[in-house]
């Protein structure tokens, strides 16, 4: 009989470790308490980016300056809710001393690299098994800067990229012009990224792998985890305790993303995981937009022309999980679209925008946890994706095949430990 496995999530990380569990002969079931791939998910609004070039920390040596503003200003591109400020703060320490000096965002940006590198290729080859082969493209992802001079204020970042093979093509203002004919002509120098590529309905794109799952045998379980129920003696893994019973089990992998920490504790490891809220705007029916996936340097955004309308993503704002919405954060992000592409102003309706917000799984150092539970040889981490859950996804759940079937990982996971965070924590087998 087939080794079991509880997947705990059915997000994009649960979903690719749940097809790689099947691929490495597992029993495998999900539990999901919503409708994967609807609008709870956080990779339902992501931008579409599969940016095998994130490779570089949130944070930067100087972050710290910024503090002060993030404070004043709630509706910046990066904020903290100063009713949350007194819990965020230990993480918010962590976030800037982790990439406190060049030498730390290097060692960053090879560790993540080695996670995203050939991710477009990766994800094409998992939707063609999904039968959603045309939902991943492959057409770069353009930087837009006002101007060469801006640019060169990112120096640092770009020259971090080169070191880690990244390559990319400058584009002076008229290359721009070509290829933007509906963008604002004050952005005049761009780098476009050939080896990165784009998901056109990441929502879709993760319903559709859950399905594939469920028509290899996976079994999905609306209910939430709550604890592990292991051997005192050994600490091999028995079962998983859920809010309708437990559910007998040889391997469970954590991938509930913003929602782990709780589960990472009663598992044997203490993880700094925060919530970073992100948002998004869509128009169903642009006129107009980019030809290319684009971000914008200046206002820190990402606008995509999807299945679903034209995306603007983008904003981080330091929040508890449960927190209301700030539709202000995505009225902004509205506002810069229009400026971006002068071309929508001359017929859109405002009825015609759709708001969105969601909840990243974000450690401090901007690197996520994958790897052996301390508790239990049987238990995997898999979250805390940040910024780069979608994109990361397809090799993260390659790894966690690997975990479960006891095989060499592709990739050196020392990174990834979920132990670097390791302090003292007290025991528990259920979530409290």
């Given amino acids: 009989m087939a080794a079991h496995v509880v997947i705990i ?40 980016w599969l940016s095998s070039h994130s490779v570089l920390p949130p944070a930067s040596p100087g972050t710290w300056k910024q503090v002060p503003k993030w404070l004043l200003d709630p509706l910046g ?48 080859d998992v939707a063609l098994r999904a039968h959603v082969g045309h939902l991943i493209e492959q057409r ?11 640019f060169e204020q990112d120096r640092i970042a770009w020259d971090i990229r080169y070191e880690q093979g990244i390559r990319w093509q400058e584009l002076d203002s008229a290359t721009m012009g070509t290829l933007e004919p509906d963008l604002d002509p004050k952005y005049t120098f761009g780098l ?28 999905i379980v609306s209910t939430k985890a709550v604890g592990f ?60 937009g980019p030809r290319v996936p684009t971000m914008f340097a200046d206002c820190k955004v990402i606008v995509n022309s999807m299945n679903a309308g034209l995306r603007v993503a ?9 927190d209301t919405p700030n539709w202000r954060r995505a009225e902004i992000l509205r506002d810069h679209l229009l400026s971006l592409y002068p071309g929508l102003t001359d017929s859109l309706d405002a009825k015609q925008i759709q708001v969105w917000m969601g909840r990243r799984p974000s450690t401090p150092d901007g690197i996520p946890c ?16 940040g910024h780069i859950g979608l994109v990361s996804s397809a ?17 050196d996971l020392t990174p990834f430990s979920p132990q670097r965070f390791r302090k003292a924590f007290r025991q528990s087998h259920i979530v409290k």
């Fill in 192 to 219: 476009l990224v050939p080896e990165t590529g784009s998901c056109l309905n990441p929502g879709a794109y993760l319903a559709a792998l859950v399905k594939y799952a469920q028509s290899r045998g996976a079994t």
């Fill in 370 to 385: 994958i790897g052996l539970a301390s508790g239990s040889p049987d238990i995997v981490h898999a979250y805390g994706h």
């Fill in 395 to 411: 090799r993260t759940g390659r790894l966690v095949g690997q975990l479960l079937a006891e095989t060499s990982p592709e990739i």
């Fill in 229 to 288: 129920d292991t051997s005192k003696q050994t600490g091999r893994l028995l079962g998983v305790y859920t809010e309708i019973g437990r559910i007998d089990c040889d391997k469970a992998v954590i991938a509930v993303g913003s929602r782990a920490k709780a589960l990472a504790k009663i598992a044997g490891d203490e993880v700094p995981i925060e919530t970073e809220r992100g948002y998004h705007a869509v128009i169903p029916t642009a006129c107009c």
């Fill in 9 to 48: 999530g059915a997000g994009i990380i649960g979903a690719m470790s749940a097809i790689h569990a099947l691929d490495a002969g597992f029993k495998v079931t999900i539990l999901e308490p919503g409708q994967p791939g609807d609008n709870h998910a956080a990779s339902y609004g992501n931008a579409g």
């Fill in 140 to 150: 770069g992802l353009l930087h837009a800067f006002l101007d060469r001079e801006h």
């Fill in 314 to 322: 983008g904003q981080v704002e330091i929040a508890a999980n449960d």
């Fill in 77 to 124: 591109p990066l904020a903290v809710r100063l009713s949350y400020l007194p819990r965020a703060t230990p993480w918010l320490v962590r976030y800037l001393g982790a990439a406190w000096t060049e030498r730390q965002i290097r060692q960053t940006a090879k560790s993540l690299r080695n996670l995203l590198a050939d991710a477009p290729l990766l994800h094409k």
